[in-house]
Every structure is written in C-alpha cells, then in structure tokens.
C-alpha cells in the first residue's frame, strides 16, 4: 500500500477508458491527482480522487475516500504484467457477474472496504477506529506499507542495539527473533532420498508470524504483535465446502495456511523460511533447487521421477505439487499442501488434479491410467482424508464412520480432525458424542474450537458439565466460543464455573464490539442480548445489523423471530415482507415468512412462500424438507414424497431421509419406508432415530 503519487501509480490514467456492463470508466489526471469517473454509491457516474495504490504485480488497484472514513477499491483494475503477457490494460474484477451499485460485491460496499478487509494484513498496527454511533471510521497505523514491526513487534530496542552492536545481545533487540531455523540443518536420507530436521521444531512463532495475513480468517480482536498466539487474536477458517475441494485443495482464495497445515511438510517441521527469505522476498533457491534442499535431486529431479522431458512445465516440481489456481483475473497463487498427485481420488471426487490441469483436453481417469503404467497399479492407492470428508458433506454411505475415524486418528492433520468434527455434528450417536468430548481435551486449538461448535445442539445440561473447562481455555477463540454456546443454549456451567463464564462471555462481547461495522457483529450481539432475555437491546442489535447492510437476511430472520417470542407476528410478517421486496429470491426470508404465515393460520399462503424458498435453493435439504412437510399437509402427499425424494438423491440429509421413511410409512409403502431408513443406516448407523422408529413400529 502506498500514497498515490507519480512514482507509485502504474495505472494508465492518460483518459482511459474501461467499459463493462453498461458503465464506462475513466481514468485521468487533474491538478497532479489522479481520478476514476465511474459508477458511485448511488450508480451514477462521479469523479473520484485516488489516495492510495493497492499491491504491484500482478496487479493494482485502486483505493477511493467515501464518506465516513472508508476507503474502497475500485472495481476496476490494472494488469501490470508485460504486455506480451497480458497485460498493461485495465481490467473488471468479477467479470462472470453482473454487478451494480445496490450488488454486495460493488465496489462501494462493505466488501471491498479497506478498513475492514484489507487493512490489518497490508499495512502495520492498524486501529480501525470505528464509531459505531457516526457509523464513521478513523482508521490508523504506525506505517502504511507492512513494516519490520508486523513481523517482528515494536522495534524500539533493535534501533538501540544497532547504534552500538554489542556482542552480549544476540537477539540483536528483536521483540520476537524469528530463529526456529537457526542451528538446525535439513539430512536428506540416501535410502529415501528425503530430509529429516536434526531438531523437532517445537515452536509455531514463524508460522503464526505469517499466518496473521497468510489465512483466511476472521479478526477476534486488534492489536496482535508477533510472539503472541495467533488463535487469541484470529479465528481460521477449517476445510469447508466453498472454501477448499473435498481433498483440502484450495478452492475461493484461502492464502497459504490452512493448505499448509495438511502438508507432510509442516508435520515434519518446515517452516515458511525454509524455503522463502522473508526480507528479499524471494526463494532460498530457484526453480526445483528450492525442493532439492530437502528432497534428492538424484532421486526426484529426474525423468525416471517425473516423466517429462527436462525444463518443460511437468519437470517443475510446483506444477506437479502445487497447482496454481488464478484468482482475481490474472493472479495465479499455488497450493501449498505440496500434495502427492492422485486423479483417481479427484475423479471420484470431483476435484482437480495437477495433470489434467496442464492437460487440459484430457481428464482425471487418462492421468490416474498413466501414473498407475509408470509407478505401478497400487501407487497411492491408499485410503486419503478428502474421501470422508466427501462422504460427509454430501450424506454418503459409511460418512459417520470414516469422519470418526478421521476424528481418532491422531497421524491426521489437525485441520483435516477439526473438519471433521465440526461434519460429525450431522451424524448424531454415542459414537459421536464420545468422540466430541474428547476432542474438548487435544491439544490442538482447531480441534478443541470445533469440539465446541460440535457441541451446539446438545443438551444443556451436556454441554454445560462438557463445556465449563474449556470457558478458562489459554487461547481466547476457544473461550469466548464455550461461553457462546453455553449462553445461547441458556446453559449456565457449574459454579466453580461461574467467575470463568462471565470473564469469557465479556471477551465474547468485546470481540463483537471491535467488529461493529459489520452486521454480523451486531447480529451475535442480538442473539446473545435474546439469550439474556434483554429484548430491547436485541432489537436495537438486529436494526443496527439491517442499518449496516439492508440485505442481510439473518438479521430479518432472527428479528423476526424475536418479534414472534414477543407476540409481535404481525410486525415480523411486515419486516419479511420488507425484506422480501429488495431480495425476492432469499430462500430464508421465504421460509420464515412462511412459518409466519402458518401461525397466523394462512396455510395456503405459507405453502406459496415454502415452494418459493424451495424453488430459489433446490440443493438445500433443508427447503426441501419444509416444502415437502407443508405439502403433505395440503393433501399433496405425492408431491411430498418426490420433493422429498429428489432431495435424497442430490444429497442424503437425515431430515429428508426421516421424513421421506415417515411419509412412506403412512401411505403404507412400508417396503419404502424401510428403504429410506436403510439409507440412514448406511450413511450412519448409530443414528437414534433408527431405535426410536423402531420401537414406534
């Protein structure tokens, strides 16, 4: 990030034009500034002052002043590559989608806001600065670029040493020496043609260092300086669907992190500076030598490893091991799970893989039959994470006991564990739930934060007696997410508890009020103020939420919701309705206007907003099951039951299946009643519903 000046500006901004989907912006000069004349808040097309250049290569964009403190990024890019490559143009981020000024993704909304999104990782100690009564931003930080600091911690002692260097201060006044490396050296094996560390990293400062702008996650709390935990400042994101493949390969824009921490490299020690030197920002070592640190070249840098011919894109060893995936139009970022290639898992999975992805006219199967000629049939046919953690995001045969053994298997990442607790929480049983309790204890925050979540929908009393150690846990993001659990289920701990739950529930709510500009924040203010029983202060929390986003249909949702508790329908079908108006097509706001409906006693009118919401998300379970039971109770029990069954066959969803095996039952189709539980057995078999509805029968 810098000042917009002539020497940093790569832009064009000699009257060029970009136009897209019916707005055509221009980029000038005036007065020694630069401008853009595009679309603004309200669509119309205004001048706008750039104040600060955004990255260098490949890309740059642009960083406009709104009012109230924001600073925005402008759509509309420049591609700094080379001509010859592509470049020098400017160019639309979000291409494939049609996008104006009343869009999430305009360039003037809360999603390209620099003080929320961008700031914390591109410039150094920020304080966002926001005020919640002004709805304003004073953002602010110690440099505008990132700095030693953001890496090392305050530098105040480091200036002193290097004034007069004296030989007794080895940490050459660093707050934080990033030094896991020092002394230790890399012994590749001859048999295997692997390193082994001669020292067990016992240390996560580097890699927590990086991590703070290398992850996606969402900031807990401001202020983090290197040396401290990143999970009491951060919460990462695990492995979920949208984010990452079914195998942990990168999928939306997850940096580097998370795909690291599946690696075998990170569990034999690596860290990011053993193979990039963090200050010149560039490799240890070029091309394949960086691996050959580590990895024998004899062995691995060779046709009888790889089977292309030398210096070609197959010879590369990040072509194979770490695909590279393009995001924001032209920025192409790799993989660092530095994965073993397997089309045959990616075509069962549908994920890609490395081979076709160069091949492109090809598929998985051609690249599975040619790594099975040239490293044998039974080559990396072993059983891989990303299969159960399929089987659990889609309801598949055998899900519940490949996610338990995921969750048992302490040779697995911790990610990889964490994920699959937080799918186990579909697939109730005491299997289960023996299994979450003891995920409470790991010793790994990922895993312990989503035994937690796991936990959400036990029973008070459960979660309470399972809960209460975790509220004194060292890091903060498993605190503060046992003591919002606990309130919400309204599920005081013990006493011994009591001082903990207060003191974590207080960093919860602080964590909350360090993010008031976003909706969501407000959002879990409200549900926690509901819990509480504070109605009045939920109410304000849920109209500061729509304030800050008219479009965020959970607000709606649990507004509506709290004006139901208060026997307030009519102003909860209104405020739907209301929102209904400026998003037609949000599945939510048609259900829960639905159910409205239904206590009002319009079953006819709940039926249209059920088949609504069905109809605007057909692949989620949950419409389906809502649409299929609203049907059945018009007298349209074949329609339920198809409902019901073309959910099933996209994806398993144990409502669906139950309900599918009730409806059947009372048409008195028990062959296919039977059929539908057996389909539940498959998919978990420790299910209670299974006993329940047997003893029922």
């Known amino acids: 990030m810098q000042h917009a000046t002539a020497d940093t500006v790569l832009g064009n901004f000699n009257e060029a034009r970009h136009a897209f989907q019916g707005v055509t912006s221009t980029f000038f000069k005036r007065d020694g500034k630069f401008f853009a004349r595009t679309d603004g808040p309200d669509g119309r097309l205004a001048d706008f002052e750039i104040r600060y ?3 260098v290569a490949p890309l740059q964009q642009y960083l406009v002043e709104l009012p109230g403190g924001r600073l925005q990024a402008l759509a509309v890019g420049w591609d700094t590559r080379p001509k010859e490559a592509g470049g020098q143009r400017w160019f639309r981020q979000y291409p494939d989608e049609k996008i104006d000024h009343r869009d999430e993704l305009h360039w003037t909304r809360r999603s390209q806001n620099w003080n929320f999104m961008c700031a914390d990782c591109h410039s150094t100690d920020v304080r966002k600065g926001y005020e ?40 050459k006044g660093l707050t934080v020496a990033l030094d896991e490396r020092h002394g230790v050296g890399w012994q590749i094996d001859a048999v295997t043609g692997n390193a082994r560390r001669s020292a067990e990293r016992r240390s996560s400062r580097e890699l927590d260092v990086c991590a703070q702008c290398h992850a996606r996650r969402a900031q807990i709390d401001e202020g983090y300086r290197a040396g401290q935990p990143f999970m009491d400042h951060y919460l990462p994101a695990k492995l979920t669907a949208g984010l990452y493949h079914a195998d942990g390969q990168q999928r939306d824009e997850v940096f580097t992190w998370g795909s690291f921490l599946q690696s075998r490299m990170h569990a034999a020690g690596v860290t990011c500076s053993d193979c990039h030197e963090p200050h010149a920002q560039a490799l240890r070592a070029p091309g394949n ?42 920025d192409p970022r790799r993989d660092h799970s530095f994965r073993v290639p397997r089309p045959d898992l990616a075509a069962r999975l549908g994920a890609p893989d490395a081979c076709s992805g160069c091949h ?100 008070p009393q459960v979660a309470a007696a399972a809960l209460a150690p975790l509220l004194e846990d060292r890091l903060r993001t498993v605190r503060i997410e046992a003591a919002r659990v606990l ?155 198809r409902i019901l069954a073309d959910s099933a066959r996209r994806g398993a969803s144990r409502d669906v299946l139950l309900a599918l095996a009730s409806l059947r039952a009372q048409a008195g189709d028990a062959a296919g009643a039977a059929a539908a539980l057996q389909m539940l057995a498959a998919i978990n078999a420790d299910d209670p519903a299974l006993a329940q509805y047997g003893a029922r029968r």
């Open 487 to 641: 309130a919400q289920a309204g599920a005081p701990p013990p006493a011994a508890a009591a001082a903990a739950f207060e003191r974590a529930l207080r960093e919860y709510e602080a964590t909350q009020r360090a993010n008031l500009s976003t909706p969501e924040a407000w959002l879990n203010l409200g549900n926690l103020y509901v819990a509480q029983r504070a109605d009045e202060r939920a109410e304000a929390a849920y109209r500061e939420a729509l304030r800050r986003d008219p479009q965020f249909v959970p607000a709606y949702v649990n507004l509506a919701d709290l004006y139901r508790l208060g026997q307030r329908d009519a102003e909860g079908e209104a405020l739907l309705r209301d929102g209904l108006r400026a998003m037609p097509a949000a599945s939510g706001l048609h259900e829960a206007l639905g159910l409205a409906l239904v206590r009002r006693g319009d079953k006819r009118a709940a039926l249209n907003e059920f088949a609504a919401a069905y109809r605007a998300s057909p692949a989620q379970p949950r419409f389906a099951y809502v649409y299929a039971l609203a049907l059945d109770d018009a007298g349209r029990r074949p329609e339920a039951l």
């Open 53 to 55: 250049t955004f990255g």
């Open 360 to 459: 492109a006219e090809k598929k998985a199967p051609w690249a599975a039959e040619a790594v099975a000629r040239w490293y044998g049939p039974q080559r990396r046919q072993d059983a891989h994470y990303g299969e159960a953690l399929d089987a659990g995001r889609h309801g598949k045969p055998g899900a519940a006991v490949a996610l338990l053994g995921l969750v048992g298997d302490s040779r697995q990442p911790a990610i990889v564990r964490a994920t699959a607790i937080e799918l186990l929480a579909q697939y109730p049983g005491a299997r289960a739930d023996d299994a979450v309790r003891r995920a409470l204890a790991d010793a790994d925050p990922l895993v312990r934060h989503a035994a937690v979540l796991a936990l959400q929908s036990a029973p």
């Open 289 to 330: 030598a960086v691996c050959s640190q580590c990895h024998a070249a004899t062995k691995y840098d060779g046709k009888q490893h790889h089977f292309h011919a030398p210096d070609t894109p197959g010879a590369r060893c990040v072509d194979c091991h770490m695909p590279a995936t393009t995001y924001m139009v032209v």
């Open 132 to 171: 919640a009564a002004s709805d304003s931003f004073s953002t602010r930080y110690a440099e505008v670029a990132v700095g030693c600091e953001a890496c090392h911690g305050p530098g105040s002692a480091h200036v002193d040493w290097a004034k007069t260097k004296p030989a007794s201060e080895s940490s």
